[in-house]
């Protein structure tokens, strides 16, 4: 008997998709004054990453935030990337604001062909992103 390989996961598909879950719930601007978002994606990694095995996915990435300025470089990177693949838009010069430019068709599509079961994805920005959270932070909003 053989055990199946682990799927690869990039950082680049994790961030998409919780951007396009998130557009699904009609978030369609992100700030990042300050460093929430990136504890936010933060934590949402390490709910993925204590799921792996189970979901037999290999992960070839890290994300966290950095001790001194908490910002994830490894987000900032995935976003940049994003934004050349059409997947998001900054428009200020500071990286303040980035803005979803995935439709629900797209965001569907992304989520159907992603690595990570679409039910996990939801079930991650439910508890990070959406609504209140278990520290009664409001979380992300939609449409602005």
């Known amino acids: 008997m053989t055990t199946q390989e682990a799927t690869l996961v ?7 998709d919780i951007l396009c879950e998130l557009a699904l719930h009609d978030v369609k601007k ?3 004054v300050d460093t929430m978002q990136d504890r936010r994606f933060e934590k949402a990694y390490e709910m993925l990453r204590e799921q792996r095995s189970r979901l037999n996915i290999a992960l070839d990435f890290s994300l966290a935030t950095n001790p001194y300025h908490g910002d994830s470089s490894t987000l900032r990177e995935a976003i940049y990337g ?3 693949q059409g997947v998001v838009s900054i428009n200020n010069p500071s ?6 430019q995935v439709d629900r068709d797209d965001a569907d599509y992304f989520l159907t062909k992603s690595s990570i079961p679409r039910h996990v ?3 991650i920005v439910n508890c990070v ?12 909003t939609s449409a602005n």
């Open 95 to 100: 990286f303040k604001t980035v803005e979803v």
């Open 129 to 140: 992103f959406i609504g209140e959270g278990m520290d009664g932070q409001q979380r992300v």
């Open 121 to 123: 994805v939801t079930q």
């Open 10 to 16: 990039t950082a680049t598909e994790f961030v998409t």
């Open 30 to 32: 992100l700030r990042l």
């Open 82 to 84: 994003l934004r050349e």
